[in-house]
């Protein structure tokens, strides 16, 4: 299940083309499978040649074409004349999946400004990049939808993973403000926040010994609850939907309990 507010009336999941800005993102290709069907599907990726597997599998689930291009999120100048050239060569967007990101090394950055930088970069700085002009593109055709990935490690940030954890605040209130800016405007913003997602991106950090947190979810339980939430208008879903009321008493709790907690 998953917590959702209303945001629009339900979209039909056939008008304009997939849009991935992560294109080997495993919960960006994830939901872009569930929302392929009958589509064009356009994956952005650092390595646009090394998407075979992406692409076979959102061509098996209904995508009537899959085009894949480069995409760097760190090299912010770029990003405008890439969302132009997209909707100029594959026509209007009707979904576009936002879902690149790193979660770093927490220990590293607490004394390596480099490398919180980078975090900081990639996480927030590079995603208002995209989101900036994605957004004017959108309304400029009056529809679409943008999908963004926030989480409940901006909720209230912890201790353990602080850094990563102040970049998803940031843009869960940026993306946020948003969503309201696009108020009337045909185009609509549904942001997602999942738990601690057990996948690529964490297996370093269970390798290591971190116990996934309690309400854990995957890449296709992430998925199913977007293409959901998609596809019945909301504005932003909890993934699990348990998650809203616990982060709603988590942020009664003092101080000194919550900087003991773990990640």
């Not at 954890?165 to 549904?190: M, N």
């Not at 370093?204 to 947190?213: F, I, K, N, Q, Y």
Request: aromatic content about 6%.
């Amino acid at each position: 299940m998953a917590f959702r507010r209303r945001a629009s009336q339900p979209q039909s999941d056939s008008d304009g083309s997939v849009v991935l800005f992560g294109g080997r993102s495993e919960i960006g290709v994830a939901t872009a499978a569930r929302l392929a069907p009958g589509r064009t599907v356009v994956l952005a990726a650092r390595r646009p040649d090394d998407l075979a597997a992406e692409t076979a599998r959102l061509l098996a689930a209904g995508a009537t074409a899959v085009h894949t291009v480069a995409f760097d999120a760190d090299d912010t100048d770029s990003h405008p004349a890439l969302i132009d050239l997209l909707v100029r060569q594959y026509g209007p967007i009707g979904v576009a999946i936002v879902a690149f990101g790193m979660l770093g090394d927490q220990s590293r950055a607490e004394t390596d400004v480099a490398h919180a930088l980078q975090i900081a970069h990639t996480d927030y700085y590079a995603q208002i990049s995209v989101l900036t002009p994605l957004a004017t593109a959108l309304r400029t055709q009056g529809s679409g939808t943008i999908v963004v990935f926030s989480s409940v490690a901006g909720i209230r940030v912890r201790r353990a993973n602080y850094v990563y954890g102040s970049t998803k605040a940031g843009l869960d209130g940026f993306a946020s403000g948003l969503s309201d800016a696009l108020h009337g405007t045909g185009v609509r913003l549904l942001l997602v926040r999942p738990g601690f997602v057990i996948g690529a991106m964490t297996r370093e950090l269970m390798d290591s010994g971190v116990t996934p947190a309690p309400m854990s979810v995957n890449a296709e339980q992430v998925a199913d609850a977007v293409a959901r939430a998609y596809r019945k208008g909301w504005g932003e879903v909890w993934v699990p939907a348990t998650l809203r009321p616990v982060f709603f008493g988590m942020r009664m709790l003092p101080r000194a309990v919550w900087r003991r907690l773990p990640r």
